[in-house]
């Protein structure tokens, strides 16, 4: 009888570790079953493909944006690098006539460019990066308006289409894209010194100081990996939309940023994984499809996601917290 409750015991803290560690997963399959119930064309294999096709854009931008808040930063200006771009890249291939093979190869170069404007600023400036971004992302946002010229421009290749229209094997090339940027961004968080170096500036900015860390140079290089990356979904949207467009790209960043608080990316830094940013990027996917499905207004839509943005912290605060008393509980012990 003795050892029988103490099997069912330890079944029970077995089971109660799992859920701790994954509740954003275990949200996410209560969610599946719950529209599949509320919306019957939910789980059909077209609107699944649509769904992941859909969150795709914004999972790649997520990728780099998770490796500067590992590192304790954050960008706020990558909806807006995305509309300054996207004109940019349509201005290539339209008014310049650049072929795609040189336009791209460009803008990505300008994405970068982007980012390493983020990361001097802030080492320059020795401000947070909130503010630093937030700054930037008016600055960005409102270059792509004067480039604009208020026109949509259209009139690309249709090779050009393939990008963001395209499909491999039955699969949108956009989730083959962000397939590939999360293996390597998981690779490099995982394997690499590199990625080390990252969780610990994250996790202690004095410490990896002592340890060797070039704390500037990270800080910039990190910012130019996210403006890289931003500049890769700025290809696939345009070529999705296939007008160049000051709206393409508004507001990516709440996305972004609400998928990694939900997937477990600390917003102070030193915390997170590959496969719970996705997890969480599909949180917001499914979110989003549900209520597109059920016709919510387009501001309920918006209310529904500020109220998970908030939870999204909210649960990044109890973790911290969870884990800080256990660490004491250790100690103590």
């Not at 209560?30 to 789980?43: E, K």
């Not at 080390?196 to 800080?219: C, H, P, S, T, Y």
């Not at 960043?253 to 496969?275: P, W």
């Amino acid at each position: 009888m003795s050892n029988q409750s103490e099997f069912i015991s330890r079944i029970r803290g077995q089971i109660g570790s799992f859920a701790k560690k994954n509740v954003p997963l275990l949200i996410l399959i209560f969610l599946l079953i719950l529209f599949s119930f509320v919306a019957p064309n939910f789980l059909t294999f077209g609107n699944l493909r649509t769904l992941i096709r859909q969150i795709s854009f914004a999972g790649i931008s997520a990728v780099g944006l998770m490796f500067v808040m590992i590192s304790g930063g954050i960008d706020l200006s990558i909806g807006s690098q995305i509309v300054f771009s996207n004109v940019l890249l349509a201005i290539m291939m339209v008014d310049w006539k650049l072929p795609p093979s040189l336009a791209i190869p460009l803008i990505l170069l300008v994405g970068t460019g982007l980012g390493a404007i983020n990361g001097l600023l802030n080492i320059k400036l020795k401000v947070h990066p909130l503010i630093i971004t937030l700054g930037t992302s008016a600055i960005f946002k409102g270059m792509g308006y004067i480039i604009n010229g208020s026109r949509n421009i259209m009139g690309f290749p249709d090779s050009f289409r393939w990008f963001g229209q395209g499909y491999v094997w039955g699969i949108p090339v956009p989730v083959i894209v962000l397939i590939v940027v999360a293996l390597i961004g998981s690779f490099i968080l995982t394997k690499t010194y590199f990625g080390r170096q990252i969780f610990a500036l994250g996790g202690n900015e004095e410490a990896a100081r002592l340890a060797g860390v070039n704390l500037d140079r990270m800080k910039v290089i990190l910012f130019m990996i996210c403006g890289f990356i931003s500049a890769i979904t700025t290809v696939l949207l345009l070529s999705r939309v296939f007008t160049g467009q000051t709206i393409t790209g508004q507001g990516l960043e709440f996305d972004c940023l609400t998928a990694a608080l939900l997937g477990g990316v600390s917003f102070k830094g030193g915390e997170g994984t590959i496969f719970g940013l996705m997890v969480g990027m599909l949180i917001i996917g499914v979110l989003n499809n549900a209520m597109q499905l059920a016709t919510f207004p387009d501001f309920s839509q918006t209310v529904v996601k500020g109220a998970v943005l908030l939870i999204a912290v909210a649960f990044d605060v109890y973790q911290k917290n969870r884990k800080a008393k256990e660490t004491v509980a250790r100690v103590a012990a």
